[in-house]
């Protein structure tokens, strides 16, 4: 298995000579596995689709925030924009998918329209069902794990790892339970993961182009004009996941600093004599429109429902021509964003699930999506519950991986290291100024960061298992041959990372009634609820 590549930013890898060629040592070749490439990814995508699409209409009930987002999405069918309902509308859906729901006039919204259209297309498709709202959730869920399987691939060198970090993210209960509920939060993280995932393809493509142009004989000092088409796929992800909620500019703003540091990396690494030159020269005005620009003209282009169709919240009237109704919208949009921001920032209700990010590492409070206590159920007392919380074995372990990673970069300035650290901590770090505040959060909002703390697990899972040994001849003490076999520190570092995902799997499998709605003896349940704040 080919593991690592374990090349930092100034030298060859700890102990390793430097790659033979320019190309090897600033681009090193991915494994091409072939089918393997793809078919491990795609067993692992199935394994988690399977997990995500059984019994995906139960509970049948507007679970937690369905209550806002599915009827938000319907109204986006009918309407173009977020309308007003009638009281008791969620029991009139859930007895009759065609009720008439609606009042007079427009609702406010706090977050931008993406996510529900996204949400709308399983409406459209399955009608106003709890299987028809949770089906592009469960989608995006099921097609997260197969980039995360893609991505992590790309970066360790090793289809396994690639493998076990898709692994752990669909056996991951947070995102499990945020694959199956008609909320937000999922399509952050897909949106956010398919932009990081652009990026560092991006990356790899990037840097075959420069060192074929260094080889060619480019002699600027400042090296030589690169394109970066992925990073403009990047931007529209990026600002898809805007459209959807707002925490994804943090991402927009770290990975547009990762890519300027990725290629002043590049520069330097290819021998170019004036890299951060090079780099201000030719690659940060178009990163600036690639991720920046392109992010927010996508944004924009979410909001068209209520852009071209009037009657939407502080829209009115529209423009006859549709060609003038964009222009016409933007300083009415701009004050609705206005309004939205204020709500964010002003936002203090007390909650009983809410939860401050210093505390989500350890899932001090989770959030109960829904609980219920069914009759005849075969046990004198029984509980059923949607449970939001992490599989605790991942977060905790995740927890030490994220320092170790931390160690990796300051002491082998390993780039992917600092990738994982930069994703993690732009949707962690940018909460503590609301928190600071007393603005009201809960921990499904790591939703997004729940990807990179699993790339965290298994790039310390590489290091831990060491590179592959070079297939060759060695001289046995009797002076004949013999083939090289695999170190010990392989065969320890082997059976404890697969002993990790294993512990994880039990885990999740302990939890899994609880994250899915089963009718379980009440107590079962609370065998499962280990600590008084999980209630």
Known sequence: MATTDYAPAEGPPLGRPRPRTLRDWVVP???????????????????????????????KAVV??????AKDALSLLRYGWEHNTAKDADKALIANPHADIWTDGPSFVAHPPFGKWMIAIGEQIFGATPFGWRFVPALVGTLSVLILCRVARRMT????????????????????VTSRAALLDVFVMFWVLAGFACLVADRDRSRRRLVAKMEAGH???????LLHGWRIAAGVCLGLGLGTKWTAVFYIAAFGVMVLIWDVGARRAAGVPAPWAG????????????????????????????????GGWGRGE??????????????????????MLSFHTGLEAKHPYQSWPWNWPILKRPVAFYYTEPKNCGAARCSREILGIGTPA?????????????????????????????????????WFPSAFQHRTMFLFYTTPMIPFMCLALVLVFGYLIGPSPEPGVMAAPDGSSRLASPSARRLVGAATAGAFVLVVLVNFAYFYPIYAAKIIPYDSWHARIWFDSWI
């Open 279 to 310: 780099m201000l020269r030719w690659e940060a005005g178009p990163a600036f429109v690639q991720l920046a620009v392109v992010g927010v003209v996508t944004y924009f282009a979410t909001w068209s429902g209520w852009i071209f169709k009037s």
């Open 64 to 69: 937690f925030d369905e209550t806002y987002y």
């Open 29 to 59: 070749d991915v494994p091409g596995d072939g089918l393997r490439g793809w078919l491990g990814p795609l067993l692992v995508m199935v394994f988690a689709g399977v997990l995500r699409f059984t019994g995906l209409g139960q509970p």
């Open 318 to 339: 529209v423009s006859s021509n549709p060609l003038w109704r964009p222009f016409e919208a933007i300083p009415r949009l701009y004050e609705y964003n206005k309004e």
């Open 219 to 225: 002699a600027s000092r400042s090296g030589p004009f």
């Open 394 to 430: 991942l977060w905790w372990g995740a927890a030490l991986a994220l320092v170790l990673v931390l160690f990796l970069w300051i002491r082998m300035r390993d780039w992917r290291a600092g990738a994982i650290l930069l994703g993690y901590g732009a949707g962690w770090v940018s």
């Open 157 to 176: 060198g090793s289809t396994l790892l690639g493998c076990t970090a898709g692994l752990l993210l669909a056996v991951d209960g947070l995102a499990f």
